[in-house]
């Protein structure tokens, strides 16, 4: 019941309250971003949904898009903006997110949604995690984020799929925002994000 009704219906209300709340917010990082990244405040990409649908994502653009003398992009590091790396310490490049809340494509609470590409190398336990709507927010990143290895974040994708309940989304909120506020898990040593996931042996079953 509160998977199949409830938990969308308050997702879309409380995003939809939530974005006309921090709209003067959202404004001026997008005007920063504007000035930092050369008229590109917003990052979009193609994510998994639940049942595997593809959507765009759209987040607040942190790293510009300088490349190498072989036209390579440069390391995540080396590419993060002084307002990007702000945006990014205070999880604000989620902000833009909620537009996805609001179109049906996410929900506050779930597992994050990963590259396409990504689809190809789960085993069937870790594919679990697309039974339900990707989160802004979700088990494994109040567990660490992007700190754990992908074998323990997808451990806690399908246990939270397992388990899920308002409760339990109740604790996630509550533990982001206590996250947020210590900054903690934000990136993966000096590589900012994750590396790449390529694959856990297929016939290993999560537990």
């Known amino acids: 019941m509160y998977q199949k009704a409830v938990k969308s219906s308050l997702d879309f209300l409380v995003a ?67 307002v990007g790396k702000f945006i990014r310490e205070n999880s604000l490049d989620e902000l833009p997110q909620l537009l996805n809340v609001i179109k049906g494509d996410m929900s506050f609470v779930g597992p994050r949604p990963l590259l396409v590409s990504y689809l190809e190398h789960y085993n069937q336990e870790e594919a679990k995690r697309h039974l339900v709507k990707p989160g802004i927010t979700g088990w494994a990143q109040v567990n660490g984020r992007n700190a754990i290895s992908w074998e323990e974040k997808f451990k806690y994708d399908v246990w939270y799929v397992n388990h899920i309940g308002f409760k339990l989304d109740f604790i996630i909120l509550l533990k982001t925002v206590q996250k947020v506020f210590k900054k903690e898990g934000i990136s993966a040593s000096e590589t900012v994000t994750m590396e790449l996931f390529t694959g856990s042996n297929k016939q290993q079953q999560l537990k």
């Open 16 to 82: 939809l309250g939530v974005f006309i709340t921090f709209l003067p917010l959202f404004l001026a990082l997008t005007i920063l971003l504007i000035i930092a990244n050369n008229g590109k405040p917003f990052f979009y990409q193609r994510r998994p949904g639940k049942n595997e649908r593809i959507f765009s994502i759209i987040k607040f653009k942190t790293m510009n898009d300088k490349k190498d003398a072989n036209g390579k992009l440069l390391p995540d590091f080396k590419r993060i903006t002084k």
